[in-house]
């Protein structure tokens, strides 16, 4: 599998002579995990997977899955017996599919160290680095805020040679074991920035780009900039169709809650693979306006700044609920736009944007709980809430799949408020909730923050 940028993509020209980057494996695209040329790395063309999970059966384990398919993405790259490793490393927590009904099912994807979804693409970028890498010393650097952090931190700790730089806003982090700082023999180095989560977005990118620095400690970021870390999410959606294909006859479709798009984009990709799927929800809180750019189609015209101006006027309705899907500007805007390029009938055709407002989240809590006896996280409330109202207007489908991308037990009052009963909180999340001290802080600066880096390692 090779790897263009958005950039290139959208611009429909070939790069200047001198930035001439021509289409990268997928392991240089997660080693160096940004195109010289700026804008992101998209899959310039993609493996047909059907021949393995057509095959595959409902005893297939999902990190078999992974073993199974991983090898198509390096085409000779990493071989299957690397793949195997890769999995089994990152692995050791699955995706639970519940069916509820013949309309729902649920995708739980919170079993993992940290209870979100993103510990999926984390662990295996994790593993996948430690592989690639093969004992050499690396650098990994990603922004972070509230406990993804902590899920990068658990993900990177015991990987050999691979030290690990989180970039935090100006607010309270969790869940760091100080024990695992380097100024304690550890291999974690938590930075507050005196800025915003944008600030500090920015910072990894420009880190990034600095090309002498980046490569002199061999810098990658663990962020969803990384495909290594965006195409293992493509993984859970292939695996509930494996589990759901002898049980549906109609059409499926997954319904998604989205904040910077990360999983909606897999779920395309995982239909570029071979998947077959006839809807994808893009559920949305009020704050996103940026879904009216994908309905209006406005998204294909997209012109970097021009859209990010357009997606900022929109006024903000902060979520009481959800405040982790009001995202402004998604970090896969371009990539998005990228595809709507390559393949508008599919977005038009496929993609549904829907707002979900708090109170129907809410009220989605309460259904699933009333109905089915199971607590729902918010995210995945909003996901049914959307699918709901979808349901409600036309009836074009078959199955939905909803995707939890939360524990329940972190929602406890919210939990409590639908139904009554609080959910037990396994213990592993219990740690998450220490608050934690940097151990460096600095101005939004490129030179701060490389000499931050300079002087702890
Ligand atoms: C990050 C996050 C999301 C949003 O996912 P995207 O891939 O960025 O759209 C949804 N739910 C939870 C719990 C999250 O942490």
Not at 205 to 226: C, G, H, M, P, V
Request: net charge negative.
């Amino acid at each position: 599998m090779y790897f263009v940028s958005t950039t290139q993509a959208l611009n429909g020209q070939p790069p200047e002579e001198n930035h001439s980057s021509p289409a990268v494996s997928f392991k240089e695209a997660v080693l160096h995990c940004l195109p010289r040329e700026g804008g992101l790395y998209i899959p310039e063309s993609a493996p047909d997977l059907r021949p393995f999970f057509l095959h595959m059966g409902e005893e297939t384990t999902f990190s078999e899955l992974a073993a199974a398919v991983t090898p198509l993405f390096f085409e000779g790259e990493l071989n299957p017996l690397a793949a195997s490793r890769v999995a089994e490393r990152a692995f050791d927590f699955e995706p639970e599919l519940l069916r509820l009904d013949e309309t729902y099912s649920i995708l739980s994807l919170y079993n993992g160290p940290t209870g979100v979804f993103k510990d999926f693409g984390i662990s295996f970028l994790a593993a996948l680095l430690e592989e690639l890498l093969n004992g050499e010393n690396a650098m990994v650097i990603a922004a972070a805020r509230g406990h993804t952090g902590a899920a990068i931190a658990r993900a990177f700790q015991n990987r050999q040679g691979i030290t690990t730089v989180l970039l935090y806003p100006d607010e309270p982090i969790y869940g760091l074991d100080s024990g695992s700082y380097v100024p304690q023999g550890g291999r974690l180095i938590p930075i507050r920035v005196k800025g915003s989560p944008d600030d500090c977005q920015k910072l990894v990118s420009a880190l990034i780009q600095d090309r002498t620095f980046a490569e002199r400690y061999r810098i990658t970021a663990a962020n969803a900039i990384n495909v290594g870390r965006l195409l293992p999410q493509s993984f859970y959606f292939l695996y509930s169709f494996v589990k759901l294909k002898k049980h549906i006859t109609g059409e499926l479709m997954f319904s998604i809650p989205s904040g910077n798009f990360g999983n909606l984009i897999a779920a395309l990709y995982a239909w570029k693979f071979g998947m077959p799927v006839n809807g994808l929800i893009a559920a949305m809180t009020a704050n996103n306006s940026f879904g009216e750019f994908i309905k209006d189609g406005t998204i294909a015209d997209y012109h970097g700044e021009f859209l990010k101006a357009a997606v900022n006027k929109n006024a903000a309705f902060a979520s009481a609920v959800t405040p982790v899907l009001d995202i402004h500007y998604p970090s896969n805007c371009e990539r998005l736009a990228s595809f709507y390029k390559s393949a508008p009938a599919v977005m038009r055709n496929m993609v549904f944007p829907e707002t979900v407002d708090d109170a129907s989240t809410l009220r989605a809590m309460k259904t699933v709980w009333d109905k089915y006896g199971i607590h729902l996280d918010p995210h995945g409330a909003v996901a049914f809430a959307a699918a709901e109202q979808i349901a409600a207007g036309a009836d074009f489908y078959d199955h939905v799949v909803v995707l939890s991308t939360a524990h329940p037990a972190n929602y406890s009052d919210l939990a409590f408020k639908a139904s009554g009963k609080r959910p037990d909180l396994p213990e592993h999340l219990a740690s998450l909730d220490n608050r934690a001290e940097p151990i460096a802080e600095i101005e939004p600066d490129l030179e701060g923050l490389e000499s931050a880096i300079a002087s702890c390692s």
